[in-house]
């Protein structure tokens, strides 16, 4: 799941910011990400369906240890794939595909509150 949440962090960073993603300690700053929940909900209260849910927790910190940003977001549901319990126990890949979307969803809301809180 961390691998996922990585990756999909690292493309919307690369796509709203402009900003190389890199493993490097000498950079000028760098950013913790957390998976702070994740799994799958029911679509609805009477609904078979499952969506997959998560919530990252993201802080932006310099090289003498400053937090110049940090927000949490969660995948906006609206936006997440549903399907039934026996569709995703059959196939691995799907369930990654909907955490992958879940991510991106997530990812795509920090990138806006660090838009809004440092632009």
Do not use: C
Request: without cysteine; aromatic residues 6%.
């Amino acid at each position: 799941m961390e691998r996922i949440a990585r990756d999909e962090f690292g493309k919307a960073l690369r796509e709203k910011r402009g900003i190389s993603v890199v493993t490097s300690v000498n950079g000028d700053a760098g950013i913790r990400l957390e998976i702070v929940d994740y799994g799958f909900r029911m679509k609805g209260m009477a609904s078979r369906r499952l969506t997959p849910m998560m919530i990252l927790s993201a802080k932006l910190i310099d090289r003498d240890g400053r937090v110049l940003w940090q927000d949490e977001a969660k995948a906006e549901p609206n936006e997440m794939p549903f399907h039934s319990f026996d569709e995703y126990a059959g196939d691995a890949k799907l369930i990654e595909e909907a955490f992958a979307r879940a991510a991106q969803s997530a990812s795509q809301r920090l990138m806006q509150s660090m838009h809004d809180q440092l632009d």
